[in-house]
Structure formats: structure tokens, C-alpha cells
């Protein structure tokens, strides 16, 4: 098989599945190493295709639905011991978590897709986080980060930041561009 063909099942594969998959499942799947796929994503990516790489792993980013979702971007501070803690209140008021972004001082704005969905999505990134030898990007920026968060209303997204805020997860200033969608 070249290395097109590979490029075309993986597109293939990608568009079929609802689930990320991992680059690792990839590389078993088509008997080469992992470090094979993430050039292909890359070779993909740099074609348009919009492949996301989540922790879980690569996800085909379907067009948006036809009513815009509302998303708010919050800018948030806390200990990693509080990251569940922070994702189930976000998720128990119907936000989901689309991404985390820190702005650092040399690298500028660094931003990552999470996607969490769900409360199990919440507590495999949580255990993944804590058996990581690397670091949450939030460590970059004395804890500080920000995230985007999409709800099926303004008022749960309200709802959600008065939640932050009460747990005194919720930072003032230094806000990224945050319109409702």
C-alpha cells in the first residue's frame, strides 16, 4: 500500500468514525509506526482536510450545524488537583469543553482541542493527566488558562460561569476574544 492509499483510508476512517481514534490504533491497523500517521495527519492537515487531535486522539471535524452553537471562552485558574472538579461543573449544566489555551509571555497564544463531552471524557483526561510524565499546559502560566466552552444556550452558558465563579475557578482580566456564538 503507498502512502496515498494509507492517506485515503485513514481520511476514510476518520470521516466514518463519531469516536476520536488514536494514532497509536492507526499505526497497528495499517502496520506502521505512530510516527507514519501523525506525518500523514500532517500531510492531510496541510490539504485542508480539518483533522483535530484530541488527547483521545484524531477526530474529523463535521461542519457546523446549521444554528450556531453558543460558546463563551472562560478565563479560569486552578490547581490540578481541581481539573475534574472544574470539567464536571462545566459539563453538569450541559457545557461541553472544546479546547484549552494558555497565552504565553514567549510562545504567544498556545491552543489545544479537548473536547469534553462527557463526564467519562472528563475523568479519562483527568486519569491520563495525573499518570503523565508531562505537565497540563496551565503550568506554563502559573495555573491560568482558558477555555472554550459551548452550551445549547446563553443562559446555561451564564449558568456556567456563575458556577466558575462561585468556586473560585473564574479570573478577571486578560480576556481573549469572547463572543457568544
Same mark, same amino acid.
Request: charged letters at 25%.
Given at each position: /500500500?503507498? *502512502?496515498?492509499?494509507?492517506?485515503?483510508?485513514?481520511?476514510?476512517?476518520?470521516?466514518?468514525?463519531?469516536?476520536?481514534?488514536?494514532?497509536?490504533?492507526?499505526?497497528?491497523?495499517?502496520? #506502521?509506526?505512530?510516527?507514519?500517521?501523525?506525518?500523514?495527519?500532517? %500531510? /492531510?492537515?496541510?490539504?485542508?482536510?480539518?483533522?483535530?487531535?484530541?488527547?483521545?486522539?484524531?477526530?474529523?471535524?463535521?461542519?457546523?450545524?446549521?444554528?450556531?452553537?453558543?460558546?463563551? #471562552?472562560?478565563? #479560569?485558574?486552578?490547581?490540578?488537583?481541581?481539573?475534574?472538579?472544574?470539567?464536571?461543573?462545566?459539563?453538569?449544566?450541559? *457545557?461541553?469543553?472544546?479546547?484549552?489555551?494558555?497565552?504565553?509571555?514567549?510562545?504567544?497564544?498556545?491552543?489545544?482541542?479537548?473536547?469534553?463531552?462527557?463526564?467519562?471524557?472528563?475523568?479519562?483526561?483527568?486519569?491520563? %493527566?495525573?499518570?503523565?510524565?508531562?505537565?497540563?499546559?496551565?503550568?506554563?502560566?502559573?495555573?491560568?488558562?482558558?477555555?472554550? #466552552?459551548?452550551?445549547?444556550?446563553?443562559?446555561?452558558?451564564?449558568?456556567?460561569?456563575?458556577?466558575?465563579?462561585?468556586? *473560585?475557578?473564574?479570573?478577571?482580566?486578560?480576556?481573549?476574544?469572547?463572543?457568544?456564538?
Amino acid at each position: /500500500m503507498t *502512502g496515498e492509499e494509507r492517506r485515503n483510508r485513514i481520511l476514510q476512517m476518520l470521516q466514518t468514525q463519531t469516536a476520536p481514534l488514536s494514532g497509536t490504533a492507526l499505526a497497528e491497523c495499517f502496520h #506502521v509506526s505512530r510516527q507514519v500517521i501523525v506525518q500523514d495527519i500532517a %500531510l /492531510m492537515r496541510a490539504e485542508n482536510h480539518p483533522i483535530l487531535s484530541t488527547n483521545r486522539g484524531y477526530l474529523y471535524r463535521r461542519r457546523e450545524a446549521a444554528v450556531p452553537v453558543p460558546k463563551r #471562552v472562560f478565563f #479560569v485558574r486552578h490547581t490540578t488537583g481541581q481539573v475534574l472538579e472544574e470539567f464536571e461543573t462545566i459539563l453538569e449544566l450541559g *457545557g461541553k469543553i472544546l479546547d484549552v489555551v494558555v497565552e504565553h509571555e514567549l510562545y504567544g497564544q498556545i491552543r489545544v482541542d479537548l473536547l469534553i463531552e462527557t463526564k467519562q471524557d472528563a475523568q479519562e483526561f483527568y486519569a491520563k %493527566l495525573l499518570k503523565s510524565h508531562d505537565k497540563a499546559l496551565k503550568v506554563l502560566t502559573d495555573d491560568c488558562h482558558y477555555h472554550t #466552552v459551548a452550551a445549547p444556550t446563553k443562559t446555561l452558558l451564564d449558568l456556567i460561569e456563575q458556577a466558575l465563579q462561585q468556586k *473560585g475557578f473564574l479570573q478577571k482580566g486578560n480576556h481573549l476574544d469572547t463572543k457568544d456564538g
